[in-house]
């Protein structure tokens, strides 16, 4: 045995996360992907994901799923999501974000709140939104990202999306590096799934006739997650070795998601075979979520001819 054999020590290994969510503050300038390798190691897993990415420029709620509860996240990647932002008027950027080359700047000086918020107004609702170029978004099998990195002019079709709420907080005069006068503005805005504020940021701008770009963004919310139930991954790392992280469980999850119907043991026993129940009253959404008497996640049920039929089972017999 060579001396570094006999010196190496088994590496300490934290007991396995039960099934269930854990809501990450995410740190800036880590991506998705980082967060998720951070998380398999401090859950001892690798059956760990993440409901909707953050560019890494951005901090706040990423839900992270563990074991049984990566089947939540396709749910709550839809759910809407709230962010608080800043947009510079004046400047516009390769990536419609700090992050990019700036393409052109422009003197913002002369526009006042009121203008800021017609144009808000007119991004608020049901609209038509071009996804940034830089997106994850495929184009024949290939993210519009990686083409436009690879030279390519990548146009993405405009698709329908919805700004329930675009609000404006603070508009500040600001000055770029070089001088130039620009507008910093501050807003809240909630969106539903797969809309990107980056772009809101450009349209902002180009409907001013000035240019901007996102220079701030956190995500407080996805769906039933805020940030008062965020953990940093340094909080989640200073747990004693011996001792699992906490995870929000798989009942309380689905509760933060969908409407509940709460079963009865009968019910309870024939959906985990992969039986149909009764529909008893009309379902409150298309997606439901069965709870057994004892508290426990059953299945999420759809209906369908008359009947509740589980969908995903998560208590099978």
Excluded: N
């Amino acid at each position: 045995m060579t001396r570094g054999t006999a010196d190496r020590q088994p590496r300490e290994r934290r007991p396995t996360a039960a099934d269930g969510v854990v809501v990450v503050d995410k740190p800036a300038d880590w991506t998705s992907h980082d967060v998720v390798a951070r998380m398999r190691r401090l859950a001892s897993t690798r059956k760990v994901g993440h409901a909707g990415t953050l560019d890494p420029m951005a901090t706040g709620v990423l839900v992270i799923g563990i074991g049984r509860a990566t089947r939540l996240l396709t749910y709550i990647v839809g759910a809407d999501k709230e962010y608080t932002a800043t947009v510079r008027l004046g400047v516009s950027t390769t990536t419609d974000d700090a992050e990019g080359e700036t393409l052109a700047v422009v003197d913002a000086s002369h526009l006042t709140a009121a203008d800021v918020e017609t144009a808000v107004a007119g991004l608020t609702g049901t609209i038509q939104q071009v996804p940034s170029a830089v997106s994850a978004i495929k184009v024949d099998g290939q993210r519009a990202y990686a083409r436009v990195r690879a030279g390519e002019d990548v146009e993405l079709a405009a698709r329908p999306v919805t700004v329930s709420r675009f609000d404006v907080h603070e508009v500040r005069p600001a000055r770029t590096d070089d001088g130039s006068p620009v507008l910093d503005v501050d807003v809240t805005v909630v969106v539903s799934s797969g809309t990107y504020v980056r772009a809101l940021a450009r349209d902002l701008g180009a409907t001013l006739g000035v240019g901007g770009h996102l220079t701030a963004l956190r995500r407080t919310r996805v769906g039933g997650y805020g940030l008062d139930v965020a953990r940093s991954l340094d909080d989640l790392g200073a747990l004693p070795m011996d001792v699992p992280i906490d995870v929000v469980s798989l009942a309380d999850s689905a509760r933060a998601t969908f409407p509940v119907r709460e079963l009865t043991a009968d019910e309870a026993r024939a959906l985990s075979y992969g039986q149909s129940i009764d529909l008893a009253e009309p379902q409150p959404a298309e997606t439901v979520a069965g709870i057994a008497p004892g508290g426990e996640l059953v299945a999420l049920l759809e209906e369908r001819g008359g009947k509740v039929r589980p969908a995903l089972v998560f208590a099978p017999a």
